[in-house]
């Protein structure tokens, strides 16, 4: 599987002791070329102006780079400051690390097209909650929407963003509509506060949005691999998108410091089998996953690793036989999903 990584992703928050750390991708890059599994790798590369203002305005871009700069100037300690729009600690370094990671999902994303298959940009910081004129959550720059804008800026048509990070994606539901559809599992009641069933909407033009609030109170692994076993194909067949991007946070993960949902790190493998055979049905394949959160170091390794094993063909997706095991509030909410999209496609 291409991986699009950096060793520039190493200078956001060095040294700093924060949790979205450094080791996020410098020690899961080693860990997984250290199992031989990063044969194909790309740079990433630094967004463009125009990129990151299909998603971003030019004030809120402004203004990451002046509080980032005046950070360079900076004697002494502290070498690390709050954005002043929300939660996200920055460094000196963190425009210019956040930058490429935007230009690496663009890159990840421009590869799953060109050679119709799946790529994982493993960049940092993430960037779902990241809104128009608003970091917040650890987030600058909202890297799926970035590379969702970035390809129907080229080619149209529609993409549909897939998060199963822990936490839901405010800016990416924020950015919805005009090509790009989005459906989220997430914990509720948990940070961000947004992403409540009753905000899943058909949108103008075929698009949708669907939200799926899961108990934070945590999950069975198979209720949660066959949530989107029933999800992802019912809001593709509806979409048919011609691109699916996968905002693959993996702090769901059972001890995750940020997140945990309860949720076995096997998990990612089955996700990822499941993804594919719905990409394989209605894009050729075309799949750009785009690392958001997830905070254990060695949790991130195997989940990395086991999408990978699965878009390497050495995992099947998993058979409807779970959804015994989804909780009937669940289902409930599922089935008015069903509903709202008209069964389309449904089989
Ligand atoms: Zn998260």
Same mark, same amino acid.
């Given at each position: 599987? *291409?991986?699009?990584? @950096?060793?520039? &992703?190493?200078?956001?928050?060095?040294?700093?002791?924060?949790?979205?750390?450094? @080791?996020?991708?410098?020690?899961?890059?080693?860990?997984?070329?250290?199992?031989?599994?990063?044969?194909?790798?790309? /740079?990433?590369?630094?967004?463009?102006?125009?990129?990151?203002?299909?998603?971003?305005?030019?004030? #809120?871009?402004?203004? $990451?780079?002046?509080?980032?700069?005046?950070?360079?100037?900076?004697?002494?300690?502290?070498? &690390?400051?709050?954005?002043?729009?929300?939660?996200?600690? $920055?460094?000196?370094?963190?425009?210019?690390?956040?930058?490429?990671?935007?230009?690496?999902?663009?890159?990840?994303?421009?590869?799953?097209?060109?050679?119709?298959?799946?790529? &994982?940009? *493993?960049?940092?910081?993430?960037?779902?909650?990241?809104?128009?004129?608003?970091?917040?959550? &650890?987030?600058?720059?909202?890297?799926?929407?970035?590379?969702?804008?970035?390809?129907?800026?080229?080619?149209?048509?529609?993409?549909?963003?897939?998060?199963?990070? #822990?936490?839901?994606?405010?800016? $990416?539901? !924020?950015? =919805?509509?005009?090509? =790009?559809? #989005?459906?989220?599992?997430?914990?509720?009641?948990?940070?961000?506060?947004?992403?409540?069933?009753?905000?899943?909407?058909?949108?103008?033009?075929?698009?949708?949005?669907?939200?799926?609030? *899961?108990?934070?109170?945590?999950?069975?692994?198979?209720?949660?691999?066959?949530?989107?076993?029933?999800?992802?194909?019912?809001?593709?067949?509806?979409?048919?998108?011609?691109?699916?991007?996968?905002?693959?946070?993996?702090?769901?993960?059972?001890?995750?410091? =940020?997140?945990?949902?309860?949720?076995?790190? %096997?998990? +990612?493998?089955?996700?990822? !089998? %499941?993804? !594919?055979?719905?990409?394989?049905?209605?894009?050729?394949?075309?799949?750009?996953?785009?690392?958001?959160?997830?905070? /254990?170091?060695?949790?991130? $390794?195997?989940?990395? +690793? %086991? =999408?990978?094993?699965?878009?390497? %063909?050495?995992?099947?997706?998993?058979?409807?036989?779970?959804?015994?095991?989804?909780?009937? /509030?669940?289902?409930?909410?599922?089935?008015?999903?069903?509903?709202?999209?008209?069964?389309?496609?449904?089989?």
């Amino acid at each position: 599987m *291409l991986v699009v990584t @950096d060793d520039a &992703f190493g200078g956001h928050l060095r040294g700093s002791g924060h949790v979205e750390s450094a @080791d996020r991708v410098v020690a899961v890059t080693a860990g997984l070329r250290s199992r031989r599994l990063l044969d194909d790798v790309l /740079s990433a590369r630094r967004a463009g102006d125009a990129e990151l203002m299909r998603v971003h305005t030019a004030a #809120y871009l402004a203004l $990451i780079e002046a509080e980032t700069e005046r950070l360079c100037h900076q004697a002494g300690d502290p070498r &690390f400051a709050m954005l002043s729009t929300g939660d996200v600690v $920055i460094g000196s370094a963190s425009y210019e690390v956040a930058r490429r990671a935007a230009g690496g999902a663009i890159l990840a994303m421009e590869q799953a097209v060109e050679w119709a298959k799946a790529t &994982f940009a *493993l960049v940092r910081p993430p960037g779902h909650h990241a809104e128009q004129a608003r970091g917040m959550g &650890f987030c600058l720059i909202n890297n799926a929407l970035v590379a969702a804008r970035a390809y129907l800026a080229t080619y149209g048509g529609r993409v549909l963003i897939a998060d199963f990070d #822990y936490h839901h994606g405010n800016g $990416i539901q !924020a950015g =919805v509509g005009n090509g =790009v559809s #989005y459906v989220s599992t997430h914990a509720w009641p948990a940070y961000p506060g947004t992403g409540s069933a009753t905000q899943s909407a058909l949108l103008p033009e075929g698009d949708v949005l669907v939200n799926v609030p *899961l108990s934070s109170g945590g999950l069975s692994t198979e209720a949660f691999v066959a949530i989107w076993a029933r999800l992802l194909p019912r809001v593709a067949s509806y979409v048919r998108p011609n691109l699916i991007l996968v905002s693959a946070g993996f702090d769901y993960v059972a001890g995750d410091p =940020v997140g945990d949902l309860g949720i076995d790190v %096997g998990a +990612a493998g089955m996700l990822a !089998a %499941g993804i !594919a055979e719905v990409a394989q049905r209605y894009c050729d394949g075309r799949t750009a996953y785009i690392l958001e959160g997830g905070y /254990s170091i060695p949790a991130l $390794i195997d989940s990395v +690793a %086991g =999408v990978m094993a699965a878009i390497d %063909g050495r995992m099947s997706p998993v058979s409807g036989a779970e959804w015994a095991a989804v909780p009937a /509030s669940m289902r409930r909410v599922l089935e008015r999903l069903d509903a709202m999209l008209g069964a389309a496609g449904s089989s």
